[in-house]
């Protein structure tokens, strides 16, 4: 029997846990806030930002976005960066990647406030994630993904899985995360000789690719769970996944839906990552 497992659940448990725990922070005057920093207006961006946005203000987050010329320089760039994490009313800040070609992401890592970086952007919470140190934060869609697993019951420690796509925001961190919760892990990326071959021998399949529905039947065993990350607008202007839904969904255990699986759960996550920084900083 195959479960579709949908986002919406596992986005509104978390919704209500923050409308609580921010209504306390109000009692003692205290308003988390997110900046977005968002450099010119790629779509796909703009899809996060609206989906954050909307997240945030049910819930209570106070959101501003940084709109920044897609010619910034990079002196100017990370200006406006500094004055963010000096600005005590702002408690997150997202920059939206990848950055155009003029901004150099290796220094721009260093810059931004590691205790302000709800994102995973700094290489202090990549640090911290590795050593499975709470007190960091994790990017949010890999950890949008581990919610998952719990909320509907995945049992990690010993599973083997695999992970298909190995970038900072998607495949790289989630690797770390399974391992943090004792699974066995094998990344696959471009240099793979046969994903499909290593996808067919995991329990728990993990695609973050951008390739739209890459991932077929012959890629997943009989009763195995798969999680789909991929968020592709297809050739008839459709939302899909990395996977081929209608194509793996009778053989699986468990599948997310795209749209209505991690990418609804992300920005969720993004909003608690906000309230923990704003607690955080409060000594609290
Ligand atoms: N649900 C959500 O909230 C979010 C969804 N997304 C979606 O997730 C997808 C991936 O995003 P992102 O990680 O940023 O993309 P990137 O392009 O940065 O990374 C893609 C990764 O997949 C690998 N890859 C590409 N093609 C193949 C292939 N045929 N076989 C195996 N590996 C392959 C790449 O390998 P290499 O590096 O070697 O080229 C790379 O590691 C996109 O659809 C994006 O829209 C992204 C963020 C949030
Ligand atoms: N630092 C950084 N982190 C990111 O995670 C990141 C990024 N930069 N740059 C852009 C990409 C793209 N991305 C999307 C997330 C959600 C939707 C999306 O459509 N979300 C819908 C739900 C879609 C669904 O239901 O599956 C929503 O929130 O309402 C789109 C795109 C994040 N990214």
Redesign the pocket.
């Known amino acids: 029997m195959s479960q579709v497992i949908k986002g919406k659940p596992v986005a509104d448990k978390i919704s209500e846990e923050l409308v609580l725990e921010i209504e306390a922070l109000k009692e003692k005057v205290i308003q988390p806030k997110l900046t977005i920093v968002r450099v010119g207006a790629r779509p796909?961006d703009l899809a996060y930002e609206k989906g954050a946005l909307g997240r945030c203000k049910k819930v209570g987050v106070e959101t501003e976005v940084k709109e920044l010329p897609e010619d910034i320089t990079q002196d100017d760039f990370i200006k406006e960066l500094q004055n963010l994490n000096e600005d005590k009313a702002v408690n997150g800040i997202l920059i939206f990647r990848p950055l155009p070609e003029q901004l150099d992401e290796s220094v721009i890592k260093y810059v931004i406030a590691p205790e302000k970086d709800i994102d995973c952007l700094s290489p202090v919470n990549v640090g911290k994630m590795t050593e499975g140190d709470k007190t960091g934060f994790p990017p949010c869609?890999p950890t949008?993904v581990m919610e998952i697993l719990k909320f509907y019951g995945v049992e990690l420690q010993g599973k083997d899985c695999a992970i298909?796509?190995?970038?900072m925001?998607?495949?790289k961190p989630t690797a770390i995360l399974l391992l943090n919760e004792n699974a066995t892990i094998s990344v696959?990326?471009?240099?793979?000789k046969d994903?499909a071959k290593v996808a067919r021998q995991a329990e728990v399949v993990v695609v973050?690719?951008?390739?739209p529905r890459?991932v077929k039947e012959n890629w997943i065993a009989e009763g195995a769970i798969v999680i789909d990350?991929?968020?592709?607008v297809d050739n008839e202007g459709n939302l899909c996944g990395?996977v081929d839904f209608d194509g793996v969904k009778d053989k699986v255990s468990m599948i997310t839906p795209v749209p209505g699986g991690?990418?609804s759960v992300?920005t969720s996550i993004l909003a608690k990552h906000v309230v923990k920084a704003c607690k955080q900083q409060n000594n609290l």
């Open positions: 796909d869609t949008a298909i796509g190995a970038s925001v998607v495949g696959c990326h471009i240099f793979t994903s973050g690719v951008g390739v890459l990350v991929g968020i592709n990395d991690v990418g992300t």
